[in-house]
């Protein structure tokens, strides 16, 4: 199955199709506390552009964009783990420490490579969180990287 992320290359950091989670790491997100490693995905093209949109405050971006595209083993995803979540989880008006909690417990538990969790900016769509911790991972590969062009139409 193909898993899908829109990056960016930050030269003298790190490339677009870096799978170790660092970025997530940095700056904490939804499904994780800062410091810990996850890699976000999408399960399709769009939503992974609906992901990367609704960070950038309506601003045409000045860096460099590349749709990575991945390879994972569709018996991994239907291994996923597919947690329950509080009535709050969509709320972006909250903080997201108890979804960074269902992240990090999913991390530490270490069971699953997977975890797949519905979009908050198009929820009859999923992400599929990635442990780049997990013995499975070296099986995920990058298949594609490909320059992305923004429709700048999407910015005003």
């Known amino acids: 199955m ?3 992320r ?3 290359d930050k030269p003298g950091h790190y490339a677009a ?3 170790s989670g660092n970025g997530a790491a940095l700056s904490g997100g939804r499904w994780n506390p800062r410091g810990l490693r996850v890699l976000y995905t999408c399960c399709s093209a769009s939503t992974a552009l609906l992901e990367s949109l609704v960070h950038m405050a309506g601003l045409m971006p000045r860096a460099r964009y590349y749709l990575i595209v991945l390879e994972a083993p569709d018996a991994e995803l239907r291994k996923a783990y597919v947690p329950s979540l509080p009535p709050d989880w969509a709320d972006i008006t909250r903080d997201p420490a108890s979804t960074a909690a269902i992240g990090q417990h999913w991390i530490e538990e270490g069971k699953h490579l997977m975890m797949k969790v ?3 900016v198009s929820p009859t769509d999923f992400n599929v969180l990635l442990n780049p ?9 990058v298949v594609e990287k490909k320059l992305f062009q923004f429709d700048a139409r999407l910015f005003g």
């Open 6 to 8: 829109l990056a960016k």
């Open 118 to 120: 519905p979009s908050v």
């Open 133 to 141: 911790l997990h013995p499975q991972m070296p099986g995920i590969k």
């Open 2 to 4: 193909k898993l899908y």
């Open 17 to 19: 199709e870096d799978l």
